[in-house]
């Protein structure tokens, strides 16, 4: 289907612009651009359709022509995409999806192993943890698997920081989380003094950023503060432990007025790694960087004899939570990956096969039965 062409002017580009347009951009679509068809970013996606920002202003789109049995592949908020233009269709149709530099994606809570989208064309994820609760360590480091994995960078904000009027405490818990986020900025922030605040604007202003956490973190405050109105709705969390209600239900992007496109996302309560290996290494890159120092390349880093892992915990440098949370992370992660992947499957059927047989001798050995 092809449709009179509608060239994008100089004038009218400066909208796509606000919203992340580039020549890289450009240049993959030009297919679509040759068809008469019109960019723009999907900034929200509700039953079907979809609000597009296009040069000519925001547009309501459906989805049916783009909508593929792979959940990892439906249409998401912050793709860019290919629209009707103004006139050809009524309703007006969404006919493509340009490939997606980056995504952010989780396993879902159901049975069926299945991954979803929660951010397209992201470079970088904030994630937002609440200093009005026990600071969990091991749901920070999933989130940085999956940032990571996603091809963003991360940074992790503590919001409400002014719930913790003192200095020294305040930076004890910025040290905790330094030592479970190598490479990654840690920011204290509070929406109402708006202590960081411009700390984090600073890294916000260039590319597009997705707003991650749990419910009753503080990201729709923090939304609101960057974009300089109040876009999202906000509720008090509960003070016995600090979770929220979701204010935010679907995933919706804004135009930052220092430049800059962020994505507010609704509080996640599970935090499924999604295929993101890559990530955990990168989250405990202290763990991959000694294990190149072990007997073998495939130790374990459980009780085989000269694990540079196992000795750096028992002379107290790496701590053992660490090492629990990381074998925990792939662990999980390889269930994942196995569902969905027949050799992964047979990978570890073999290995569980291997493990037991060691066992057997082992035991064998000792009751004296093998000679």
């Given at each position: 289907?092809?449709?009179?062409?509608?060239?994008?002017?100089?004038?009218?580009?400066?909208?796509?612009?606000?919203?992340?347009?580039?020549?890289?951009?450009?240049?993959?679509?030009?297919?679509?651009?040759?068809?008469?068809?019109?960019?723009?970013?999907?900034?929200?996606?509700?039953?079907?359709?979809?609000?597009?920002?296009?040069?000519?202003?925001?547009?309501?789109?459906?989805?049916?022509?783009?909508?593929?049995?792979?959940?990892?592949?439906?249409?998401?908020?912050?793709?860019?995409?290919?629209?009707?233009?103004?006139?050809?269709?009524?309703?007006?149709?969404?006919?493509?999806?340009?490939?997606?530099?980056?995504?952010?994606?989780?396993?879902?809570?159901?049975?069926?192993?299945?991954?979803?989208?929660?951010?397209?064309?992201?470079?970088?994820?904030?994630?937002?943890?609440?200093?009005?609760?026990?600071?969990?360590?091991?749901?920070?480091?999933?989130?940085?698997?999956?940032?990571?994995?996603?091809?963003?960078?991360?940074?992790?904000?503590?919001?409400?920081?002014?719930?913790?009027?003192?200095p020294v405490g305040l930076?004890?818990?910025?040290?905790?989380?330094?030592?479970?986020?190598?490479?990654?900025?840690?920011?204290?922030?509070?929406?109402?003094?708006?202590?960081?605040?411009?700390?984090?604007?600073?890294?916000?202003?260039?590319?597009?950023?997705?707003?991650?956490?749990?419910?009753?973190?503080?990201?729709?405050?923090?939304?609101?503060?960057?974009?300089?109105?109040?876009?999202?709705?906000?509720?008090?969390?509960?003070?016995?432990?600090?979770?929220?209600?979701?204010?935010?239900?679907?995933?919706?992007?804004?135009?930052?007025?220092?430049?800059?496109?962020?994505?507010?996302?609704?509080?996640?309560?599970?935090?499924?790694?999604?295929?993101?290996?890559?990530?955990?290494?990168?989250?405990?890159?202290?763990?991959?960087?000694?294990?190149?120092?072990?007997?073998?390349?495939?130790?374990?880093?459980?009780?085989?004899?000269?694990?540079?892992?196992?000795?750096a915990v028992e002379d107290?440098?790496?701590?053992?939570?660490?090492?629990?949370?990381?074998?925990?992370?792939?662990?999980?992660?390889?269930?994942?990956?196995?569902?969905?992947?027949?050799?992964?499957?047979?990978?570890?059927?073999?290995?569980?096969?291997?493990?037991?047989?060691?066992?057997?001798?082992?035991?064998?050995?000792?009751?004296?039965?093998?000679?």
């Open positions: 289907m092809s449709f009179p062409l509608s060239p994008i002017t100089s004038s009218s580009s400066s909208t796509l612009d606000a919203h992340g347009w580039d020549s890289g951009w450009a240049s993959a679509f030009a297919p679509y651009a040759a068809q008469g068809l019109v960019p723009g970013r999907v900034i929200r996606v509700d039953r079907g359709q979809c609000d597009v920002a296009t040069a000519e202003g925001t547009v309501r789109a459906d989805t049916a022509f783009v909508t593929p049995h792979d959940p990892l592949r439906v249409i998401c908020t912050g793709d860019w995409a290919a629209v009707d233009p103004e006139g050809a269709a009524d309703p007006r149709y969404v006919r493509a999806c340009l490939p997606r530099r980056t995504a952010f994606a989780r396993s879902t809570s159901s049975k069926r192993s299945e991954g979803q989208i929660l951010a397209a064309n992201v470079d970088h994820a904030v994630i937002t943890v609440s200093l009005a609760v026990e600071l969990d360590l091991g749901r920070i480091e999933r989130f940085l698997a999956l940032a990571w994995e996603s091809g963003a960078q991360p940074t992790v904000v503590l919001s409400k920081a002014d719930l913790v009027p003192d930076s004890y818990l910025v040290e905790d989380v330094e030592t479970v986020a190598p490479g990654v900025q840690v920011v204290p922030l509070s929406s109402a003094t708006g202590e960081g605040l411009d700390v984090l604007s600073a890294v916000v202003a260039g590319g597009t950023t997705v707003l991650l956490g749990v419910s009753g973190a503080g990201k729709s405050t923090l939304a609101n503060a960057l974009v300089g109105e109040d876009v999202m709705d906000v509720r008090a969390a509960r003070d016995i432990d600090g979770k929220g209600r979701h204010t935010t239900t679907t995933r919706n992007l804004f135009v930052l007025p220092g430049g800059g496109v962020l994505i507010d996302t609704p509080g996640l309560r599970g935090v499924g790694l999604w295929d993101a290996e890559t990530g955990v290494g990168q989250v405990f890159s202290e763990i991959e960087e000694l294990s190149g120092n072990c007997r073998f390349h495939d130790c374990a880093h459980e009780a085989e004899p000269g694990c540079a892992v196992t000795a107290g440098s790496l701590p053992v939570r660490r090492l629990e949370s990381y074998r925990k992370l792939l662990r999980e992660n390889q269930r994942i990956v196995a569902k969905t992947d027949a050799r992964v499957r047979n990978e570890i059927l073999k290995d569980w096969k291997r493990k037991g047989a060691e066992g057997r001798r082992a035991m064998e050995l000792k009751r004296g039965h093998v000679r």
